[in-house]
């Protein structure tokens, strides 16, 4: 009788808000795509919500209680805390985090701290590109490291420069952060990059270049991913044709050996193919065979070609992994390796509710391969809600809506000084 009751418990109060949880989620995107996932859906649940693992005398449970139980915790601790889910044009959700990395140098600085000799020390340090609004126009220093990502940063910039009070900027393009919690007080600049490892780096984030121009230049994306809009077009068109039962029943990663991170991926795809199939890819740094684990490169695969796979891996490279965006909306389920790098929209995903987390030794990837295999159900929820949390939460609008929200706060907060006319300097940016 009390096994009965613990049985009836884990139904009602897990297994059931599992099912539940997806189909009242609200279908908001400006594509409507969503009907193919919706119908798909409620198909599912109908046909399948008497299946073994949903059955309380079953011994699913009793073999991966541990796993369960992680999973359940997780959806109790779990609450979409934004008031505006419906509004495709707000960013609220995203502002503690701007709070946060403001906040860092407001304890350290005090408020309004930018003067124009601050401003002076940070164009010499050299850690980024010297941007500057006047006037409702935006001024650059003449060079760019990197112009693909400069005219990214710019598109955004100039989209709500009407909106926008004169300041200076130091904008990061560099794929690594460049401000150390560890630096010296007078070296720790409030520099703007678009990722960092939280407890290392104090850098401000913004969204990166990539949701408009750059990225990996890749054999089939030679001058970058880019057009983060247009992608998603791609990948919610190709999702729909795609139910879970017709993806490939194995964890997929192709991309290069930007990090040694990625290397446990590749080994065990070589010593168990039933489970993982992963290849490293020549990029521009590739020299031998010895740069991909001993074996010739693998072919460069799309984006949408990921999409025939239910488990997708994502593994930051140097610096958080411009893939993991693009992987959610394939509505396969993410397997991402712990990692303190984030882009901005990283804090909101949560492991076990959009995601699996995968130990960063790999000790757990077997076992969660197994468990995924056989729970193919709640295996397809989880993906299932890291789609629909990419694809209503990260538009092109709320990418906007933050970079406002940013340089706002950010002027509002730190600076004092306001250049009068743009400096003689910098070119003007149109």
């Known amino acids: 009788m009390i096994i009965m009751l613990k049985k009836f418990y884990i139904l009602h109060h897990f297994i059931l808000p599992l099912l539940l949880l997806p189909l009242l989620s609200n279908y908001s995107d400006a594509v409507n795509h969503d009907t193919c996932t919706s119908r798909n859906d409620w198909s ?29 915790l997780a959806y109790q ?19 503690p985090l701007i709070n946060s990395d403001l906040r860092y140098f407001e304890e350290n600085f005090g408020s309004n701290f930018i003067t124009k000799e601050f401003i002076d020390k940070m164009i010499a340090a050299k850690h980024g590109v010297h941007y500057q609004i006047v006037g409702k126009r935006l001024y650059r220093q003449s060079d760019c490291m990197f112009p693909s990502r400069c005219q990214g940063i710019e598109h955004f910039i100039l989209e ?25 007080k007078e070296q720790q600049f409030p520099v703007l990059s678009f990722s960092k490892e939280v407890s290392s780096y104090a850098d401000i984030i913004y969204p990166a270049w990539t ?16 057009r983060w809009d247009l992608m998603r077009e791609k990948l ?14 194995v964890a997929f990663f192709r991309g290069s050996r930007t990090s040694s991170q990625r290397d446990p991926i590749v080994m065990l795809s070589r010593s168990r193919p039933d489970l993982v ?27 949408e070609d990921h999409c025939e796979y239910k488990y ?43 995601y699996i987390p995968i130990d960063k030794n790999f000790e757990n990837v077997i076992e969660l391969l197994e468990f995924l295999n056989e729970n193919q159900l709640l ?43 743009p400096n003689s300097t910098l070119i003007e940016i149109h």
């Not at 046909?47 to 359940?72: A, G, M």
């Not at 939460?393 to 002027?411: G, N, V």
């Open 77 to 95: 601790n779990y609450s979409e805390s934004f008031a505006n889910k419906n509004d495709a044009t707000s960013c609220d959700l995203f502002i």
């Open 277 to 303: 199939d992963a290849k490293y890819t020549k990029n521009q740094a590739w020299k031998s065979k010895a740069d991909t684990l001993g074996d010739d490169p693998a072919k460069t695969v799309s984006f």
């Open 160 to 184: 709500i420069i009407d909106q926008l009070p004169d300041m200076d900027l130091i904008i990061n393009v560099r794929d690594y952060p460049q401000v150390g919690r560890y630096f010296p």
């Open 44 to 72: 599912i649940v109908e046909k399948n919500k008497y299946l073994p693992e949903f059955n309380i005398e079953d011994d699913l449970y009793r073999k991966w209680s541990k796993i369960f139980d992680t999973i359940q």
């Open 236 to 249: 919610l068109k190709i999702q729909c044709k795609l139910s879970w039962n017709k993806k490939k029943n």
């Open 211 to 226: 949701f408009w121009s750059g990225g990996p230049a890749l054999d089939i994306y030679p001058n970058g991913i880019g």
């Open 379 to 421: 295996a397809s929820r989880i993906a299932k809600r890291g789609f629909e949390f990419i694809r209503d939460q990260l538009t092109m609008k709320t990418i906007r809506c933050y970079w406002q929200q940013l340089l706002t706060l950010y002027s509002d907060r730190l600076i004092s000084y306001r250049p009068l006319k």
């Open 312 to 354: 997708l891996f994502n593994v930051h490279g140097v610096a958080a992994s411009f893939r993991y965006k693009h992987l959610f909306l394939c509505r396969s389920l993410v397997l991402n390796v712990e990692s303190e790098w984030i882009e901005f929209f990283y804090p909101h995903l949560k492991p076990w509710i959009h």
